[in-house]
């Protein structure tokens, strides 16, 4: 074979060979609140890589199921710690990939302006029908609703005003559309950096619920999901992260 072709036929094998590997694909489990601020990563490191990220929006409670009956996930990013760690525990994850990416935070949340004012006193009040929550079998932001409703004492009051949401997605769309007054909310649905919600909310201080720490686990050892498990803790993602109403680990 001529020289020349032969190294022709070299270089075409190596261009192709590098387009094959920077088109790899992952799927990634996200949970529902994360769903913006996770687009936003995601279209941040297809831009930088080439590779393609396709995100599943669910309850961390169902990809928890999923993925125990086999989901085929190459990385699972839960909101809460407890799933990951028992993943991990189980040998379903890969071991040392577990750790926190953001730390939620809830507020009371209206459409209305005025609605709810600066302490959140309308819970004791009680001038609503309906007061939307995530369930909190399912849903990490149901846990802590019900750790702050506890908190005031009113748990059992309002056990029969509860809308529940299957998850904090499904949450904030009951109070959007009008099916509750005001609902227990992820900080993130309403300080949106590109259309923040309307309305008036409460941010609930911290100490009335259980920091929501949110962690990732790898489930797939891959080049490309490692790479992206970096890209999470690089300075461009946590600034989105930072932007979309997140905390991130100090």
Same mark, same amino acid.
């Given at each position: 074979?001529?020289?020349?072709?032969?190294? #022709?036929? #070299? @270089?075409?094998?190596?261009?192709?060979?590098?387009? &094959?590997?920077?088109?790899?694909?992952?799927?990634?489990?996200?949970? /529902?609140?994360?769903?913006?601020?996770?687009?936003?990563?995601?279209?941040?490191?297809?831009?930088?890589?080439?590779?393609?990220?396709?995100?599943?929006?669910? /309850?961390?409670?169902?990809?928890?199921?999923?993925?125990?009956?086999?989901?085929?996930?190459?990385?699972?990013?839960?909101?809460?710690?407890?799933?990951?760690?028992?993943?991990?525990?189980?040998?379903?994850?890969?071991?040392?990939?577990?750790?926190?990416?953001?730390?939620?935070?809830?507020? #009371? +949340? /209206?459409?209305?302006?005025?609605?709810?004012?600066?302490?959140?006193?309308?819970?004791?009040?009680?001038?609503?029908?309906?007061?939307?929550?995530?369930?909190?079998?399912? @849903?990490?932001?149901?846990?802590?609703?019900?750790?702050?409703?506890?908190?005031?004492?009113? +748990?059992?009051?309002?056990?029969?005003?509860?809308?529940?949401?299957?998850?904090?997605?499904?949450?904030?769309?009951?109070?959007?559309?009008?099916?509750?007054?005001?609902?227990?909310?992820?900080?993130?649905?309403?300080?949106?950096?590109?259309? @923040?919600?309307?309305?008036?909310? +409460?941010?609930?201080?911290?100490?009335?619920?259980?920091?929501?720490?949110? &962690?990732?686990?790898?489930?797939?050892?891959?080049?490309? @999901?490692?790479? *992206?498990? /970096?890209?999470?803790?690089?300075?461009?993602?946590?600034?989105?992260?930072?932007?979309?109403? *997140?905390?991130?680990?100090?």
């Amino acid at each position: 074979m001529p020289e020349l072709l032969r190294t #022709l036929i #070299l @270089a075409v094998s190596l261009i192709l060979a590098s387009a &094959q590997a920077m088109g790899e694909e992952i799927l990634v489990a996200v949970a /529902s609140n994360f769903r913006d601020t996770m687009t936003a990563i995601a279209e941040s490191f297809e831009k930088n890589t080439g590779h393609k990220v396709t995100l599943i929006f669910g /309850s961390t409670g169902k990809h928890f199921a999923q993925i125990v009956n086999g989901a085929p996930f190459d990385i699972f990013f839960a909101a809460d710690i407890r799933r990951p760690r028992q993943l991990e525990a189980e040998g379903m994850a890969l071991p040392g990939s577990r750790f926190t990416y953001a730390v939620g935070k809830l507020v #009371l +949340w /209206s459409p209305a302006t005025g609605y709810v004012d600066p302490c959140g006193n309308i819970l004791e009040r009680g001038h609503f029908r309906y007061l939307a929550i995530a369930n909190p079998r399912l @849903a990490p932001y149901g846990r802590a609703a019900q750790e702050i409703l506890q908190a005031r004492g009113l +748990w059992e009051g309002l056990k029969g005003r509860l809308v529940r949401g299957e998850n904090i997605a499904q949450t904030f769309q009951f109070v959007k559309s009008g099916n509750a007054e005001l609902g227990l909310v992820a900080y993130s649905q309403v300080k949106h950096p590109d259309h @923040a919600a309307e309305g008036s909310f +409460w941010e609930v201080p911290q100490a009335l619920y259980t920091p929501i720490e949110q &962690q990732a686990v790898l489930l797939k050892d891959t080049p490309v @999901a490692r790479a *992206y498990l /970096s890209f999470m803790r690089s300075d461009r993602a946590l600034r989105i992260i930072h932007d979309y109403g *997140y905390g991130t680990p100090r």
